[in-house]
């Protein structure tokens, strides 16, 4: 500090160092800069902290390398919607045309659909802050409070209310065993809460065609118990985003 002050009395105006000579950086040489670059060419997915490892430097040169020296930066893959063939644009004009007609002639066609998906969700810890508070001792950490998670929201509904929803376990995939017995489960729903539609056999599945949905032990599964399904047509850039309404 009195070093800095005596070189401003004696007229220095700069505060950046001065050059020395010293040990020249092995990190940032155009050796180093062309390896990284050959790394991220082969693999854009990689992350900082997982490039040093390949090429024997710091993270820190490695974000300068990327950043300053090569001039990337990280972004998103935009979403681009698949474009159908010309047999899915019929099939999906077929369906369109024949649900048109079902809900033309018969007016209790869509009270009759029960109909969902699954969805990640955002949970939130409903605790007040003083319903959190907690006794602590003098050493004790203090509690923290808990972060927002996702977990996989099951949902079916149909022109009422919900009829149905679960929170898969954590871990759970969706897979067609798991699907199966939500599938059980939703049935005994659609019994308790709908009786007269489970009375009639009148209600009609409605689920996407998701790989789970569309394997042959869940078409299996809704066979034996003559479930019937609504066809789904084929997903083009304009349906895609109905999904969000769940």
């Not at 681009?80 to 066609?109: G, H, M, N, T, Y």
């Not at 809460?193 to 394997?215: G, V």
Request: aromatic share 10%; net charge neutral.
């Amino acid at each position: 500090m009195f070093d800095w002050f005596r070189r401003f009395e004696e007229g220095r105006t700069s505060v950046e160092s001065d050059p020395r000579s010293g040990r020249p950086s092995t990190s940032r040489n155009m050796e180093k800069i062309a390896e990284v670059r050959i790394i991220v060419r082969n693999n854009r997915r990689l992350t900082v902290p997982e490039i040093p490892d390949d090429c024997g430097i710091s993270v820190g040169s490695c974000d300068a390398i990327l950043t300053d020296d090569l001039h990337m930066k990280r972004v998103c893959a935009k979403f681009v919607p698949p474009l159908l063939p010309d047999d899915q644009r019929e099939q999906r004009q077929k369906i369109a045309r024949d649900l048109f007609e079902r809900s033309c002639e018969d007016v209790q066609f869509l009270k009759n659909i029960v109909t969902g998906d699954e969805s990640w969700v955002y949970g939130y810890d409903p605790k007040t802050k003083q319903q959190s508070s907690q006794w602590k001792g003098p050493t004790s950490p203090r509690p923290k409070v808990r972060g927002k998670t996702t977990v996989m929201l099951l949902a079916f509904f149909d022109s009422e209310d919900i009829v149905h929803h679960e929170y898969a376990p954590d871990g759970q995939t969706i897979n067609k065993e798991f699907y199966v017995e939500f599938l059980r489960r939703l049935r005994e729903s659609v019994r308790r809460k709908r009786p007269e539609k489970w009375r009639d056999t009148n209600w009609i599945l409605h689920h996407d065609n998701a790989p789970t949905h569309t394997l042959h032990l869940v078409h299996q599964f809704l066979a034996k118990h003559d479930t019937v399904q609504l066809q789904q047509p084929p997903y083009s850039p304009d349906l895609p985003p109905c999904d969000f309404f769940l």
